[in-house]
Nanobody
Framework: QVQLVESGGGLVQAGGSLTLSCEAS????????MAWYRQTPGKARELVATINIGGNTNYGDSVKGRFTISRDNAKKTVTLQMNSLKTEDTATYFC????????????WGQGTQVTVSS
């Protein structure tokens, strides 16, 4: 059974930091590109950051320089370090796993809420 379990969300003041983690099970983690997306009510899901199987990263324009994505293949975990948080970062954050090597599949976590207060 595939599970992507996010943790670390919560309430933080603007300018503060939070670290989100996503622990994966039931997938071939080392062959999966991992990503974080976020969504607010009434809006489309937005790409926040990606990290591929080689460790290369990519960020949405709105978070560049403030967020850092990393992965630990041994622990099957992807982490999103969020610094200098802004009120507009308030959203539900979702972990995503996408495999394109040897097989094709994609999975989502259940989401974790991040609320940034002014």
């Amino acid at each position: 059974q595939v599970q992507l379990v996010e943790s670390g969300g919560g309430l933080v003041q603007a300018g503060g930091s939070l670290t989100l983690s996503c622990e994966a099970s039931g997938i071939v983690f080392i062959l999966s590109a991992m990503a974080w997306y976020r969504q607010t009510p009434g809006k489309a899901r937005e790409l926040v950051a990606t990290i591929n199987i080689g460790g290369n990263t990519n960020y949405g324009d709105s978070v560049k320089g403030r967020f850092t994505i990393s992965r630990d293949n041994a622990k099957k975990t992807v982490t999103l370090q969020m610094n200098s948080l802004k009120t507009e970062d308030t959203a539900t954050y979702f972990c995503n796993a996408r495999r394109r090597v040897g097989a094709e599949n994609e999975h989502w976590g259940q989401g974790t809420q991040v609320t940034v207060s002014s």
